[in-house]
């Protein structure tokens, strides 16, 4: 099973688009310490159902939580603990994804040269392997443009992506 190590962004947009437990039924997904303190401590826990539902994943094994192993880990911008932490632990796995929507850790991976996917690559993949329907991956690709902070280009290209894959499909039939 393929490794992604997942940043609050990720996890939070996954959640709100209802795909966060396919997600985790995919991939193994390894979760910094810090970013469990940021998406599901008790107060969240009590205000968001996302929240509950990412501690429940994590109650059932879902959802690996690992803290990073500190050292020299210079980053040449400052970013959030859990996004550092995030980063930390991807570029000390190999073969695995860091899944980040945040603009400042997409850079920094850029720079550490660490692969990185976005949710709605995620969304897309999670189609091609037939964990959810064309039509709900439409959905979480709308929800998206909504709530994430996306260019319009970022979206069309992943509505076109899931056209194209949809069509690919179809013909293999």
Do not use: W
């Not at 994590?58 to 803290?67: A, E, I, K, P």
């Not at 570029?91 to 976005?118: E, H, N, Q, W, Y």
């Not at 439409?138 to 979206?155: F, N, Q, T, V």
């Amino acid at each position: 099973m393929f490794q992604i190590v997942a940043d609050s962004s990720s996890l939070i947009l996954l959640a709100k688009c209802s795909l966060i437990t396919n997600f985790c039924d995919q991939f193994q997904v390894i979760v910094p310490s810090s970013v469990i303190v940021e998406v599901a401590s008790d107060e969240l826990i009590r205000r968001y159902p996302d929240a509950s539902l990412i501690s429940e994943l994590v109650s059932r094994g879902n959802l690996t939580v690992r803290s990073p192993e500190y050292g020299e880990f210079a980053l040449p911008i400052t970013l959030h603990r859990g996004e550092h932490d995030a980063l930390r632990i991807a570029s000390s796995l190999p073969d695995c994804l860091l899944a980040t929507d945040d603009g400042k850790a997409i850079k920094a991976a850029r720079f550490l040269k660490i692969p990185f996917v976005i949710t709605p690559k995620i969304v897309i993949e999670l189609y091609k392997s037939e964990r959810i329907t064309f039509q709900k991956a439409r959905d979480a690709l709308e929800k998206l443009s909504k709530i994430g902070r996306y260019s319009p280009e970022i979206i069309g290209d992943a509505l076109l992506r899931l056209v194209e894959e949809n069509n690919a499909k179809a013909n293999n039939r």
